[in-house]
């Protein structure tokens, strides 16, 4: 089992979902220039982005440091 949370903290389990994803190495203030990335390979390839994001942190110093991992994730539907 997985056991009780942390005080201060929730447990959730998310649904799986397509998604288009990439690594954002360094600042959080330049992340934007990830999701445009995203976003425009969402086009290119005629997905409609669904307007769900997700961030997963993999190395985390600080919003600012150059050191920061993320993995950015954009939720896509495919065309019928």
Known sequence: GQGES???FERATLPSWECLSAMHPGSMGC???TYARL???AG???LRPTGS???IYLRWVDDQS???LTQVQVGVIRPD
């Open 6 to 8: 942390p005080a201060g």
């Open 44 to 46: 290119a390839e005629g």
């Open 53 to 55: 994001c997700r961030e």
């Open 66 to 68: 150059p050191d920061n």
């Open 31 to 33: 992340i934007g220039q």
């Open 39 to 41: 976003m425009h390979y």
